[in-house]
């Protein structure tokens, strides 16, 4: 859970959710909480409940049971009001093939009642410069590449301003500069005080876009918060450290390897690269330590395990179990 | 933004309708639109000059030169809008899922009957174009025909609805059928057979069943629409069909059919309503298939019953009409027999597919004990889509069972038949009938699912009457085997069971036997049968009901 409930109404509040496919459990009670104004990042390997999630958020699935609230509306109860303030843009983005962009757009201000004639073609005149595809307006839907068509449903999502947006792998297809588009756009949307619940494969935008994250893995939350709260979460505090020694290589590598938590170690040069596990404070420790020794320590030099690294990880337990 | 600006769409008001509006933007482009307009302008002024040539030839009047371009144009208008217009709404709907944009559809905050009302007129507009395009040339034969309104204004009354009947039709086969090729083969041949297999079964007695087309409004409107001197002598021949009887009532053709394809139109409606509002949802709950099977038997009945005295129901009178005038015409017994063994059969297949849309699948049942045992509930909600469908089955046979025995008394117990009476422990037979196929079948269904249906279908249904037709047409020493091997599937025992127990059965010497011990053996047999299918699925459903019970709660 990301935070307490009290304290304010949950933008997205999930609780005991299950969702089953005859006898695969697909979401398996999952309860999560996210507040207004965050963009919330949903990670997990193929098969985790990722779409699941999102289709019974959307109210384009029936849970096998559970409570779901957008906005502090139910979405099982009063799917239409529901559908008023979520934006969803699916994985694949499809887009009909017999509309241009602007027809296509045009077609769901008006289903969503924005306002007269003219404030609608405003409207998507303003979404399709917020995606950078003004230009596009007048060209076939299907004659758009890939990284065009997911920005025409992007803007397509974002028409009626849904309070919360839900985006299933939105960056996929997207060059490097409309992706720095997409992560401007949604920070600016969440400024709004809209909450953007996102899932992606390319774990690095996502740690970049997100405030916050959760993991799941065969529909069950294993962790939620902020990256290294995740990171904490899953038990994987393990990093790798290179140590810069200018004098007793041997002596000092053989004291590190004494030491609770060092292991893998490996000397290389005048580097002692070692896994290490434990707190900040024990790597101040370690650090002290070695000093003391009245070995010379020229750096000191830390990488965490990548976000990918740990998810591969999960990945690779589903596969093993 | 106000939840409730959703009534901004009110499902009525269809040209504000943004899925119309969207379909009429791609649909209606000059380019797709003007080869179309073209082409049927071109098959309409086609009509229209060919009956003032063919009237200058033979030397006919303005008027009835006029008229005889009516009923060609009328089949145009019918192509246009039935055939294509049909077709085009069940490959459209296919499409959308086709492309994936569909759940854009869904999430639109607009009500599930605006949505179907938007795809119903939207999806074939260019159709509707296309009609309009050939309304000038009628509306020019029927001035110069002097066809009045009072003739013109049901008849494209009945169209309209016919239109709509059909589109519904189409839209729930795109709904449904998730093949593009499939769906719209399906609509075009679900069309085709209410104007060609359909109306056959109406001289069988089955007459509601004409009331699906505009065919009984046509010929009502035939005298006036065709040149004087033809249209006369049908009027005359008309004279002698009575207007439509309903149990006591009687109505003009063109609102008989107006109040058949209403009720159609209007459980097409909720079904696709039900599938827009959640799409795991079955066509239909259990209560309102219950209320459609008996509104069918209903209509059935109210319509066959009051043309039993007349003889109009009897097919050797509806196959060949000469016979009306023929004086001293007497229906033959086994035409009754025949009719209520077919009476019989269609409300066992009518039992099948209710059956199939309201029975649960597995997926359904464990989600719905799920649910129960997380809100603490010992059994399903009885008429939840997870619930069993049994006890409706039971219901429906039970209600067929009445109607069937109806049907029956009233044919036996005429005034063509003296001495012939029903006895009322047949309603008991019929129920037996009913009950043991239509409950076999769902038990079935409910608990080993729609492959292994469909697999015993084929070879419990299908392969034995193949197999006992091959050998009957051998030699009519083989008619014994070959009756016994046709009794043994089910669908044949609603026949074999007016065949073997109505009094006025005569059958043939050859099989006067076979049949009627085949159908106390096979009846037997599906009766155990049936039993042991029900406590099978009880079974199931307890062994399922106590996994996901006692499975911990989280």
Same mark, same amino acid.
């Given at each position: ?25 697909a979401v398996d009670d999952l309860t999560l909480s996210v507040p207004p ?285 | ?98 492309e994936g944009v569909i759940d854009y559809q869904r999430l639109i905050p ?315 422990? !047949? #309603? %008991? &037979?019929?129920? *037996? ?5 239509? =409950?076999?079948? +769902? @038990? ?78 096979? !009846? #037997? %047999? &599906?009766?155990? *049968? ?5 406590? =099978?699925?009880? +079974? @199931? ?14």
């Open positions: 859970m990301i935070a307490n409930r009290e304290q304010f109404q949950p933008a997205i509040d999930i609780r005991d959710l299950r969702v089953d496919y005859g006898n695969f459990v104004g965050e963009v919330f990042g949903l990670v997990g390997p193929n098969g985790a409940g990722k779409t699941s999630t999102f289709r019974v958020l959307t109210t384009l699935m029936e849970p096998t049971y559970g409570e779901v609230q957008l906005d502090g509306v139910d979405v099982l109860e009063d799917i239409e009001a529901a559908r008023r303030i979520v934006g969803y843009m699916p994985d694949l983005a499809p887009v009909p093939s017999d509309l241009k962009v602007a027809e296509f757009l045009e077609f769901h201000a008006a289903a969503y009642g924005l306002g007269s004639r003219a404030q609608r073609r405003d409207r998507v005149a303003e979404c399709l410069e917020e995606v950078a595809l003004t230009d596009q307006r007048g060209k076939w839907c299907k004659e758009l590449s890939r990284g065009q068509t997911q920005r025409v449903v992007l803007a397509k999502t974002l028409l009626h301003r849904p309070r919360v947006l839900i985006l299933d792998e939105p960056a996929s297809g997207l060059d490097p500069l409309a992706r720095r588009d997409l992560r401007n756009a949604l920070r600016k949307l969440a400024k709004t005080g809209a909450t953007v619940f996102i899932s992606s494969h390319i774990l690095s935008e996502l740690a970049e876009m997100c405030t916050s994250l959760c993991v799941m893995n065969r529909g069950r939350l294993l962790a939620s918060g902020s990256v290294d709260q995740v990171r904490e979460q899953l038990g994987n505090t393990g990093r790798t450290l290179t140590a810069t020694l200018l004098n007793r290589l041997e002596e000092g590598a053989a004291w590190l390897e004494s030491r609770e938590g060092v292991h893998d170690l490996e000397v290389a040069g005048q580097q002692v690269v070692f896994r290490f596990n434990g707190s900040d404070d024990d790597q101040a420790d370690l650090m002290e330590g070695l000093i003391r020794q009245g070995i010379r320590l020229r750096s000191f030099e830390e990488k965490r395990s990548s976000f990918e690294d740990i998810l591969v990880d999960v990945a690779e337990s589903n596969r093993h179990s | 933004m106000n939840p409730a600006e959703s009534s901004r769409h009110p499902a009525w008001k269809f040209w504000t309708n943004p899925i119309f509006r969207r379909y009429c933007r791609s649909r209606l482009r000059p380019r797709g639109l003007g080869i179309w307009v073209l082409i049927t302008v071109l098959f309409a002024g086609f009509i229209v000059s060919m009956a003032s040539s063919i009237g200058v030839r033979t030397h006919l009047d303005a008027e009835d030169a006029a008229r005889g371009a009516i009923l060609p144009l009328l089949v145009l208008q019918g192509i246009v809008l039935f055939i294509l217009g049909t077709a085009q709404v069940a490959g459209g709907m296919t499409a959308e899922r086709d607009m009500t599930p009957l605006a949505k179907v009302v938007g795809y119903l007129f939207g999806l074939p507009v260019r159709e509707y174009v296309m009609f309009l395009t050939t309304l000038p040339f009628t509306a020019w034969a029927m001035w110069r025909g002097g066809i009045s309104w009072q003739v013109w204004l049901p008849l494209y009354g009945i169209v309209f609805t016919s239109t709509l009947t059909y589109h519904f039709t189409g839209l729930l086969t795109g709904t449904v059928v998730k093949n593009r090729r499939w769906a719209f083969l399906t609509s075009i041949g679900l069309v085709f057979a209410l104007y060609t297999v359909v109306p056959q079964m109406a001289k069988f007695g089955l007459v509601f069943f004409k009331y699906l087309s505009v065919t009984p409004v046509v010929q009502e409107s035939m005298p006036k629409l065709l040149p004087k001197t033809a249209g006369a002598a049908l009027e005359t021949l008309q004279q002698l069909v009575p207007t439509v009887k309903f149990f006591g009532l009687d109505f003009s053709e063109a609102v008989f059919t107006a109040f058949c394809q209403g009720g159609l139109v209007l459980v097409f409606s909720i079904m696709l309503c039900r599938k827009w509002r959640r799409h795991e949802s079955h066509l239909l709950g259990k209560l309102w298939a219950i209320g459609f099977f008996v509104w069918i038997q209903l209509l059935l009945l109210g319509n066959a019953l009051p043309l039993i005295d007349s003889g109009s129901l009897f097919p050797s009178r509806a196959f060949n009409r000469m016979m009306r005038i023929i004086p001293d015409w007497q229906p033959d017994p086994g035409e009754a027999v025949a009719m209520s063994g077919i009476f019989g059969l269609v409300t066992l297949l009518l039992i099948f597919l209710l059956a199939t849309i309201i029975t649960p699948s597995s997926d359904h049942q464990i989600r719905g004990w799920r649910r129960a045992r997380k809100e603490g509930a010992k059994a399903l909600p009885l008429l939840s889509d997870a619930a069993t469908g049994y006890w409706a089955v039971v219901l429906m046979a039970l209600a067929g069972a009445g109607g069937w025995f109806w049907f029956t008394s009233g044919l036996v117990e005429s005034r063509w038949f003296p001495g012939h009476e029903v006895p009322s422990h !047949l #309603f %008991v &037979a019929f129920a *037996a009938v009913l009950l043991a196929a239509g =409950l076999g079948f +769902q @038990a079935m269904l409910e608990a080993k699912g729609g492959r292994f249906v469909g697999l015993m279908v084929i070879l419990v249904g299908v392969v034995p009457i193949m197999v006992g037709a091959v050998f009957g047409s051998l030699s009519n020493s083989m008619a014994a085997v070959a009756a016994w091997l046709i009794g043994m599937s089910p669908v044949s025992l609603p026949v074999y069971a007016s065949m073997s127990l109505l009094s006025l059965s005569d059958l043939p010497v050859e099989v006067a036997r076979a049949v009627p011990r085949a159908f106390k053996f096979w !009846l #037997f %047999v &599906a009766v155990i *049968a049936a039993v042991h299918r029900s406590y =099978l699925l009880w +079974q @199931a459903r307890r062994d399922m009901a106590r996994t996901v019970l006692a499975d911990p709660v989280e």
